[in-house]
């Protein structure tokens, strides 16, 4: 109940496309979902994130989805970059521990 | 600059030699933890620090020590190296009662 699940583990997208990738998790006591962005040789940084009370974040190019009833929530890089190329990473974490629960990861890679 | 160190940054080491990855916020973060990260498996907690004095297992707690007896530092120590624990090591902080982890660079680790 406590797992956060990622998919998909890899995904190669041209330059100017959507990514998107996707988190599913049980725990509904849940109540905040950030996704990090970590590039090679770096730790990974907070990209964004979201709390259940909307439905979509948007921060420049990157924009989280929220789907309470569904436990799902994906992020969607619009205009995609070969800067973009990084490993991203889901997590959860509820507001009486602040310990966060990690996806998997996926590898994006973005084609020039 | 705002951040958390930890050295060294690669290490080659045999099995049953004993070892030390340091880790260090100029933050004054009440919190810091431990993660390996591992290829399909993302990223696991190892031990966690709610402040000075206070350590906790995390997820995956076998093999690893850690001490804080200073706020900003939280070593991690490997008592007896085995070939298992090669993997890439992160520390990372953040105040009290807030979300957002702030990682450090990394470590990479190889047993022999």
């Known amino acids: 109940q406590q797992q956060v699940k990622q998919s998909p583990q890899s995904l190669i997208v041209q330059k100017g496309g959507i990514p998107i990738i996707n988190c599913a998790y049980e725990?509904?006591?849940?109540?905040?979902f950030p996704w990090y962005q970590q590039f090679p040789g770096k730790g990974p940084a907070l990209l964004i994130a979201?709390?259940?009370d909307v439905s979509e974040k948007k921060e420049g190019r990157f924009t989280i989805s929220f789907n309470k009833s569904a436990k799902q929530f994906s992020l969607h890089i619009m205009d995609s970059q070969p800067g973009d190329s990084a490993t991203y990473f889901c997590?959860?974490?509820?507001?009486?521990?602040?310990?966060?629960?990690w996806g998997a990861g996926t590898k994006l890679i973005i084609k020039p | 600059e705002a951040q958390v160190t930890q050295n060294p940054r690669y290490l080659i080491t045999v099995t049953g030699k004993k070892l030390t990855v340091t880790c260090s916020q100029n933050?004054?973060?009440?919190?810091m933890s431990w993660y390996r990260q591992d290829p399909g498996l993302g990223l696991r907690q190892i031990y966690y620090?709610?402040?000075?004095?206070?350590?906790d297992k995390g997820d995956v707690p076998e093999g690893y020590k850690v001490s804080r007896k200073e706020k900003r530092n939280f070593p991690l120590i490997l008592e007896s190296p085995s070939p298992n624990q090669t993997s890439l090591y992160f520390c990372?902080?953040?105040?009290?009662?807030?979300?957002?982890?702030?990682f450090g660079p990394g470590t990479r680790l190889t047993v022999l």
């Open positions: 990372a902080s953040r105040p009290g009662l807030v979300n957002e982890q702030f």
């Open positions: 933050m004054n973060h009440e919190y």
């Open positions: 620090s709610m402040n000075v004095e206070v350590t």
């Open positions: 725990n509904t006591a849940f109540d905040y």
């Open positions: 979201i709390r259940p």
């Open positions: 997590a959860a974490s509820t507001q009486s521990n602040y310990q966060l629960i």
